[in-house]
């Protein structure tokens, strides 16, 4: 079965550091989302693609986190400086485009890359 | 986006039925009802989505009353690997499908 795969999967990191997180998504899923969840509670949407467009970014802190997706396929996350309250578990995630027979594009996520800053 | 409300957690035993209610008062026309499974240190997973009355798959039962204003996830004869968080998201389906989730259920099946 096609799956969702991050790397690392763990990084430890000090503050002011950058740090890179990779996804690849499910082979021929457009749509490609990067969230972030902090401990005890439920994702947060930080970008999301449609190919290399971004098309929501609202919640991402564009002052030290950035994210692209040059080729329509992998992607890639960095925060520059890292921060203690990035401590967090991120989590990559696609999805396919509706079809007739699909009423409902289900996302499927990755493992996720725990980053702790010291 | 509609926000929902569920029990932060819920304890059971293997083998009993698993009831989660979530409310979702501002949901509207277009929206869909989704649950997403999450067990830890993984990324969540879909189980089932429904817009209306009773949804059921391999996994599920969800069961959606005529106002939809709330629904229910029932998972029958837990057993302990069903320990894990339940998140309910509603979102409607032609908005980009962004997924909105809050703090989810935490379920705890005990031997």
């Known amino acids: 079965e096609a799956e969702v795969a991050q790397s690392p999967r763990y990084k430890i990191t000090e503050k002011s550091q950058a740090v890179a997180f990779w996804c690849d998504p499910i082979?021929?899923?457009?749509?490609l989302y990067w969230y972030r969840q902090i401990l005890g509670q439920g994702p947060e949407l930080l970008v999301q693609?449609?190919?290399?467009?971004?098309?929501?970014d609202s919640q991402l802190p564009k002052d030290r986190f950035s994210a692209e997706r040059l080729k329509g396929v992998d992607s890639t996350l960095k925060i520059q400086p890292a921060e203690l309250g990035d401590s967090a578990m991120y989590l990559c995630?696609?999805?396919?485009?509706?079809?007739?027979?699909?009423?409902?594009?289900?996302?499927?996520f990755g493992p996720g890359t725990r980053l702790t800053v010291l | 986006l509609a926000k929902t409300t569920q029990p932060i957690s819920m304890d059971s035993y293997e083998g009993q039925e698993v009831n989660i209610t979530c409310s979702h008062n501002?949901?509207?026309?277009?929206?869909?009802i989704t649950w997403y499974q999450q067990f830890p240190s993984q990324g969540p997973r879909f189980i089932i989505q429904?817009?209306?009355t009773k949804v059921t798959n391999e996994v599920a039962s969800l069961f959606i009353p005529a106002d939809r204003k709330s629904s229910t996830l029932s998972l029958p004869r837990v057993s302990l690997s069903d320990t894990a968080v339940y998140y309910c998201?509603?979102?409607?389906?032609?908005?980009?499908?962004?997924?909105?989730f809050g703090g989810g259920t935490r379920v705890l099946v005990k031997p």
């Open positions: 995630a696609s999805s396919s485009p509706r079809t007739a027979l699909s009423s409902y594009n289900e996302q499927f």
């Open positions: 082979s021929g899923h457009a749509t």
């Open positions: 693609f449609q190919d290399e467009s971004v098309v929501d």
């Open positions: 501002n949901i509207a026309t277009n929206d869909y």
């Open positions: 429904g817009y209306k």
């Open positions: 998201l509603v979102g409607d389906q032609l908005a980009g499908n962004k997924l909105t």
